[in-house]
T-cell receptor
């Protein structure tokens, strides 16, 4: 079985500052994919960034970047220049390449960007 | 980007009625559709996985006769909550996936179901 752990239920950051959300995971697969989704108050699930486990280079998408540490099974999300619109619940998710292709989600981190 | 359309967005109905939720992938072929349930301030709970043309695979504890899933085409999946009761009130979200490992799931906007 695979698990995803987000140890920070809530976080806050001042507008324009940088914040890092933590995520650790466990899987017996060697090949897998990691994702960060955000869910704003509208409750729409929006893909933020994705990482393929076989790629050593950390993924970046504009103000969003990850720190992928495969040996430590860690996949943190860094948000730079935080904006009010970044306020949302953030979910870390894992999909292995094995037969069970569904996403395993973490419990989420509620991020609030303060003006 | 890939779009999944989910309808209705909000439904209120009386106890005992059946409710159908529709999920369409608009610009890609979803070989797999996932149905989730989400309680307030909690993570998504997978209910079932359906592959086009096959019977859905339900997660442990999810009643397949209660939550009927149909995935008749590569662009349409439906979830029918049969004989709904107040405890079925929740937020239901579908997502579509092409089946390619490096591709993400694309989520619908969700359906808020309230059973009176």
């Amino acid at each position: 079985a695979q698990t995803v752990t987000q140890s920070q239920p809530e976080m806050s950051v001042q507008e324009a500052e940088t914040v890092t959300l933590s995520c650790t995971y466990d899987t017996s697969e060697n090949n897998y994919y990691l994702f960060w989704y955000k869910q704003p108050p509208s409750r729409q699930m929006i893909l933020v960034i994705r990482q393929e486990a076989y790629k050593q280079q950390n993924a970046t998408e504009n103000r969003f970047s990850v720190n992928f540490q495969k040996a430590a099974k860690s996949f943190s999300l860094k948000i730079s220049d935080s904006q009010l619109g970044d306020t949302a619940m953030y979910f870390c998710a894992l999909r292995s390449s094995g037969s069970a292709r569904q996403l395993t989600f973490g419990s989420g981190t509620q991020l609030t960007v303060l003006p | 980007g890939a779009v999944v359309s989910q309808h209705p967005s909000w439904v209120i109905c009386k106890s005992g009625t059946s409710v159908k939720i529709e999920c369409r992938s608009l610009d890609f072929q979803a070989t797999t559709m996932f149905w989730y349930r989400q309680f307030p301030k909690q993570s998504l709970m997978l209910m079932a996985t359906s592959n086009e043309g096959s019977k859905a695979t339900y997660e442990q504890g999810v009643e397949k006769d209660k939550f009927l899933i149909n995935h008749a085409s590569l662009t349409l999946s439906t979830l029918t909550v049969t004989s709904a009761h107040p405890e079925d009130s929740s937020f239901y979200i579908c997502s579509g996936w092409t089946g390619a490992g490096n591709q993400p799931q694309h989520f619908g906007d969700g359906t808020r179901l309230s059973i009176l």
